[in-house]
């Protein structure tokens, strides 16, 4: 895997070698996409620390935590779009977290464990999908997708 380094020119912008990208089923309420963007992106972090910077830190000397080394992008796409995308990103072995529809019902982390281990790949009715690795290929695991607005 690419390790997420970035390049610069003096007057240019910081262009990674990776991306962190979120797809979301575009049939998801404002709350749903919020609520499953920030469960994606978590799974990310936990588990590939080489997208975490350093802490934060105020003039006053507060710290704050970490964050994310480079921007999230995130795109919508269908149901389709989506399946698609999840076929990708597996037949590339990329890093990945999912969040299915039946996690909008459970209310734990067991249970959305036993939601997602109760259903076949194949038939996991996704409604987001994040993704991690070299810039070209998230763009192609990306294909048909579209920016979110």
């Not at 802490?55 to 921007?71: H, I, K, N, T, W």
């Not at 763009?139 to 920016?147: F, S």
Request: net charge neutral.
């Amino acid at each position: 895997m690419t390790t997420a380094t970035s390049t610069a020119t003096s007057a240019g912008p910081v262009r990674f070698d990776t991306k962190i990208a979120v797809l979301l089923r575009d049939d998801l309420e404002t709350w749903q996409r919020l609520n499953v963007t920030a469960f994606l992106v978590s799974g990310l972090g936990t588990a590939l620390p080489e997208v975490i910077g350093e802490p934060y830190e105020d003039a006053d000397g507060v710290r704050c935590l970490s964050m994310f080394r480079q921007p999230v992008l995130v795109f919508e796409g269908t149901k389709e779009t989506l399946a698609a995308a999840h076929a990708r990103v597996l037949s590339r072995s990329l890093p990945r977290a999912v969040f299915t529809s039946d996690l909008f019902a459970t209310g734990n982390d067991r249970d959305n464990r036993a939601a997602v281990r109760a259903v076949r790949t194949a038939d996991l009715d996704l409604v987001g999908l994040a993704v991690y690795g070299p810039r070209n290929a998230v763009d192609k695991v990306l294909k048909g997708a579209r920016m979110h607005p």
